[in-house]
């Protein structure tokens, strides 16, 4: 897992726990203080109440870790997916061209050129199915029958 976004979730689940935890400590310590007598049951009850909120805390985190598990597969299997389009587009495009301009691009990759900034003569599209060949630009004259 990515250690940054792993640091970004665990301090928006610690901030929010924290902003969660105070709340409900000061709520539930400021009924106990009302009630303190001089018996050890209100030190009982006390720490029964500090277990109870230290349950609800780790609950609360392991239930925002889960979510953030869940958005991080999501977004494995976007990017997978993703790859495998890019990678059948690659091998589309290495197919399609001719030996020299695979040759070119290979050249242009070694010295570090740019692929995209020359003026390379357009590789030709497939031609669509059940058209034939498709007529030259200055045939296309708008008209069809």
Same mark, same amino acid.
């Given at each position: 897992?990515? *250690? $940054?976004?792993? +640091? @970004?979730?665990?301090?928006?689940?610690?901030?929010?726990? $924290?902003?969660?935890?105070?709340?409900?400590?000061?709520?539930?310590? &400021?009924?106990? $203080? +009302?009630?303190?007598?001089? /018996? &050890?049951?209100?030190?009982?009850?006390?720490?029964?109440?500090?277990?109870? *909120?230290?349950?609800? @805390?780790?609950?609360?985190?392991?239930?925002?870790?889960?979510?953030?598990?869940?958005?991080?597969?999501?977004?494995?299997?976007?990017?997978?997916? $993703? =790859?495998?389009?890019?990678?059948?587009?690659? =091998? #589309?495009?290495? =197919? #399609? *061209?001719?030996?020299?301009?695979?040759?070119?691009?290979?050249?242009? @990759?070694?010295?570090?050129? /740019?692929?995209?900034?020359?003026?390379? %003569?357009?590789? %030709?599209? %497939?031609?669509?199915? &059940?058209?034939?060949? *498709? %007529?030259?630009? /200055?045939?296309? /004259?708008?008209?069809?029958?």
């Amino acid at each position: 897992m990515n *250690a $940054r976004c792993y +640091a @970004v979730a665990m301090d928006l689940g610690v901030c929010q726990l $924290r902003n969660f935890s105070i709340s409900f400590l000061s709520s539930v310590l &400021g009924k106990e $203080r +009302a009630s303190v007598s001089s /018996s &050890g049951a209100s030190v009982v009850a006390i720490d029964n109440k500090i277990e109870q *909120a230290m349950d609800l @805390v780790k609950s609360h985190l392991m239930y925002a870790v889960r979510e953030e598990v869940e958005v991080l597969k999501e977004q494995i299997k976007e990017l997978i997916e $993703r =790859n495998t389009q890019l990678e059948q587009e690659n =091998n #589309l495009l290495k =197919n #399609l *061209a001719s030996p020299e301009q695979m040759a070119q691009f290979q050249a242009q @990759v070694q010295t570090g050129g /740019s692929p995209t900034g020359t003026a390379q %003569p357009p590789v %030709p599209g %497939p031609v669509p199915v &059940g058209t034939g060949q *498709a %007529p030259p630009p /200055s045939q296309s /004259s708008g008209t069809s029958a």
